[in-house]
Nanobody
Framework: QVQPVESGGGSVQAGGSLRLSCEAP??????MAWFRQAPGKERDWVAT???????GYADSVQGRFTISKDSAKNTLDLQMTTLNPDDTAIYYC???????????????????WGQGTQVTVSS
C-alpha cells in the first residue's frame, strides 16, 4: 500500500493553466480521481478516470479540465485550463483499491488519498 503523491500545484493568474500529477503506480490502472477543497468548504469531486479509461467531470470544470493517465510515468494527470479564482483549492488525488467500470464520485468510493497540492488562482 503506497499513498498517492500529488505534484504540480502553484499560483497562476486567472485564465492560466496548470498541470497536476499524481504518482500512484500501484493504482494507476484502477479507478482514480481528483477532488478539491476550497477554504472553508467541503471537499468536492472534480474528475474521475475509471479502469476502462472512461472519464467524468464535475459541471464546474467540464470543458476546462482533462484527466488522463500517463502510461510512461505511471501517473494520473489533471490538465487545468482557463483557471479562475473559484478553482483555488487544495487538490487531492484519490485511488480505489479495485477496478471499476462506473464513474465513482463520492469520497467513500476511494481507499487511498494523497496529502494534497495547493492551487491558487489570482484575479
Amino acid at each position: 500500500q503506497v499513498q498517492p503523491v500529488e505534484s504540480g500545484g502553484g499560483s497562476v493568474q486567472a485564465g492560466g493553466s496548470l498541470r497536476l500529477s499524481c504518482e500512484a503506480p500501484e493504482y494507476v490502472f484502477n479507478c482514480m480521481a481528483w477532488f478539491r477543497q476550497a477554504p472553508g468548504k467541503e471537499r468536492d469531486w472534480v474528475a474521475t478516470r475509471n479502469s476502462a479509461g472512461a472519464t467524468g467531470y464535475a459541471d464546474s470544470v467540464q470543458g476546462r479540465f482533462t484527466i488522463s493517465k500517463d502510461s510512461a510515468k505511471n501517473t494520473l494527470d489533471l490538465q487545468m485550463t482557463t483557471l479562475n479564482p473559484d478553482d483555488t483549492a487544495i487538490y487531492y488525488c484519490a485511488a480505489r483499491r479495485n477496478f471499476c467500470t462506473f464513474i465513482p464520485k463520492d469520497e467513500s468510493d476511494f481507499d487511498y488519498w494523497g496529502q494534497g497540492t495547493q492551487v491558487t488562482v489570482s484575479s
